[in-house]
């Protein structure tokens, strides 16, 4: 699935985004990725079984490495964490296993560094100090063209974290956007921004009606999720510092 065939996500703000500022947005995902929390101390509640049941059935994105190293599964992300709570309320819901695969496949596109980097910020990033910027070079990859030439594997997607996932995120936390993840009946994911509805009510109206006159529709505040870790886990970053819930 293409990051551009999820309803309501603009994936050229994120470019721009990327282009104005590489250090700050890259800077940002090192510190959101880095494995330093553990889901005891994270106030999540979750069963060794379900865990072991999402790894299976490949719900976790960034665990490929898990074994031929068992003791990373001891440490997780911040964006691992808020990902784990999207799929606990998923899951309260209903949403089933295939159903949730479906959700993740859009959240995580395989595609995505091909999708969100343009010439001038693939350019900034090589330039910047970024684990991202060595981690490219290290796979021979210096301009856009070896960038849609190569075929991004799930090693380059567990050391970076870069996902649509993580740009939700970083909405939600540093843009102070109050962003929605919904998913219709068909599993197809969607995002509102409720600051946009709010300052387009015309629009924002249709748009409203258009999504929730589906059968049946599930949504997820992100800005919540991110509240609810920031109150349990020890996030030292500057970035969260002062982050509320609007």
């Known amino acids: 699935m293409n990051p551009t065939e999820v309803q309501g996500f603009d994936i050229e703000s994120y470019k721009s985004l ?9 800077g940002f995902l090192d510190d959101l990725s880095e494995r330093k929390h ?14 072991f049941t999402w790894k299976k059935n490949g719900l976790l994105p960034f665990r490929t490495k898990v074994d031929a190293d068992k003791k990373t599964w001891n440490r997780y992300s911040f964006i691992e964490l808020a990902w784990v709570q999207i799929l606990l309320a998923l899951r309260k819901q209903g949403v ?13 596109p395989s595609n995505f560094y091909q999708e969100a980097l343009s010439v001038d910020s693939l ?12 981690i490219l070079r290290d796979k021979g990859i210096s301009s856009i063209s070896d960038l849609k030439n190569f075929k991004v594997d799930p090693d380059l997607q567990e050391d970076t974290q870069f996902s649509l996932f993580f740009c939700l995120l970083f909405s939600s936390i540093m843009i ?16 509102i921004n409720i600051d946009s509805m709010r300052s387009s009510p015309i629009t924002g109206v249709a748009d409203a009606y258009d999504i929730f006159s589906k059968p049946s529709v599930i949504t ?9 870790l920031v109150k349990t886990v020890d996030f030292s970053s500057k970035w969260l510092i002062g982050f509320k819930l609007r």
Do not use: C, H, W
């Not at 553990?38 to 865990?51: F, H, Y």
């Open 18 to 26: 990327i282009q104005s500022d590489p250090y700050g947005f890259f």
């Open 38 to 51: 553990t889901i005891s101390k994270s106030g999540i509640k979750l069963e060794r079984q379900l865990l």
């Open 96 to 108: 089933g296993i295939e159903r949730l695969k479906q959700i993740k496949e859009g959240l995580f």
């Open 123 to 134: 350019d900034q990033i090589l330039d910047t100090n970024s684990a991202l910027a060595d």
């Open 176 to 191: 102070r956007a109050n962003m929605v993840i919904y998913i219709d009946q068909e599993a197809k994911s969607g995002i």
């Open 220 to 228: 997820i505040n992100i800005n919540v999720i991110v509240v609810e």
